[in-house]
């Protein structure tokens, strides 16, 4: 008898309990699904606004290329390169990097694909090349799609590893570069504008965005890779 009643009880209980216990279930895997969408969307509203930052940066430095290529200084120095409109192109090309710290490098390259002026910027500070260390980029990406552009236009290179002497520069660097030509007083192209612009902020923020994500996270160009 005291078995049976045992029984009787459990079953009894059972079926009391077993639908709190089942809402208890169903109201916390509801609420965990309603935190993940919440942290989803979250997490897709930063990476859309740094999207948009990242579209102003490049707005950005388009503008500011415009400006430079219109600069008398550079003007000044096509017209004639002597040693004082190379220096006093030098000077500007430094004024102009100085209030733009993700700006790495400023070059002038011809239409050789010859660097004839360029400024980079070290752990000490902005430095102009010397004529040796001018290096010839003429089989580089970019320049090669920059020989379509006409006075006025502007490409902006995909992301990727800065190279130097044919080499990726250690510690890699992630730089994409805006280009634009570059023409002397009557219009004719001379060569090209090319402002090496540092990822390297963009990259730590998208790591962020996606923190406990990074043994997964792959940046993809538009070809896949």
């Keep these: 008898m005291t078995s ?32 993940h969408d919440l942290e989803e969307l979250e997490r897709k509203h930063q990476v859309n606004a740094l999207i948009a930052e990242v579209t102003d940066a490049v707005s950005e430095v388009k503008a500011d290329v415009f400006i430079l290529e219109k600069s008398l200084e550079l003007k000044d120095f096509l017209y004639k390169d002597s040693i004082i409109n190379e220096a006093v192109l030098l000077f500007r090309l430094q004024t102009f990097m100085k209030e733009k710290s993700h700006y ?28 040796s260390g001018l290096q010839n980029k003429k089989d580089s990406n970019y320049f090669k ?26 510690p890699w660097k992630p730089v994409f570069r805006v280009v634009t030509p570059y023409a002397d007083r009557i219009g004719n192209i001379q060569g090209f504008l090319v402002v090496n612009v540092s990822a390297i902020d963009i990259m730590r923020r998208f790591k962020t965005l996606f923190n406990g994500y990074g043994h997964r996270l792959r940046l993809l160009n538009d070809k896949g890779f």
């Design 4 to 35: 049976l009643y045992f029984r009787r009880f459990w079953q009894i209980y059972a079926l009391l309990t077993l639908p709190i216990l089942i809402g208890i279930a169903s109201i916390g895997y509801l609420s965990y699904l309603q935190s």
């Design 104 to 131: 790495d490098q400023v070059r002038l390259i011809n239409l050789k694909g010859n660097e004839v002026a360029r400024i980079n910027r070290t752990k000490s500070g902005l430095a102009p090349v010397s004529s």
């Design 145 to 170: 799609a920059s020989l379509a552009l006409s006075v006025g236009e502007v490409f902006v290179s995909r992301l990727d590893l800065n190279v130097e002497n044919g080499k990726v520069e250690e």
